[in-house]
């Protein structure tokens, strides 16, 4: 999360869709490292699934407000309004979950900012594989296609006037 963590020591916002754009395409650019270097048989699966498991707890924790001396918590949604909607958003997965795992989801908000998280890991490595199958003429639109992706996530965990 190098650069999105800090822009010229300033606590990043929040409630600003173009910090939470960065930490969203920061996750993308982390997906694409680790593939190269899986690729280059410079690391393992395993360290892989590590470094995925270490970005998904890192980015909850920020979206949840766990870093406020880098990035200032939205009242009312870093503390579980995000949870909140994003359950409801997500309520298809959840559902469709074993119960077991669902009763977690259903009364956790930080639980569903991480499965939301892991979702976005997911659509990551969905694009990624598409965008790989492009060709390179279709560099400017596989680029737009990122863009579109990482702004669609960003709002998501961005917080409206309607949803605050």
């Known amino acids: 999360m190098g650069e999105a963590n800090q822009i010229a020591g300033a606590v990043q916002d929040l409630a600003d ?17 680790q593939l190269d270097a899986l690729m280059q048989e410079k690391v393992t699966a395993q360290d892989c699934a590590k470094a995925d498991s270490e ?10 407000g766990a870093l406020p001396e880098h990035f200032k918590p939205v009242p009312g949604w870093s503390d579980g309004g995000l ?4 359950r409801t958003h997500f309520a298809d997965e959840i559902s469709a979950l074993d119960p077991e795992h669902r009763a977690i989801f259903e009364k956790d908000d930080e639980a569903c900012v991480f499965f939301a998280v892991l979702q976005l890991q997911k659509a990551v490595s969905e694009l990624i594989a598409r965008e790989n199958e492009a060709s390179v003429e279709d560099a400017e639109m596989s680029g737009r296609r990122v863009h579109d992706f990482c702004s669609d996530w960003a709002k998501l965990f961005t917080p409206s006037i309607a949803s605050v």
């Open 83 to 86: 949870g909140k909607f994003l």
């Open 17 to 33: 869709e173009r910090v939470v754009y960065a930490l969203v395409f920061s996750c993308v650019e982390h997906h694409v490292e």
């Open 55 to 64: 970005l998904a707890g890192n980015l909850t924790g920020i979206l949840c």
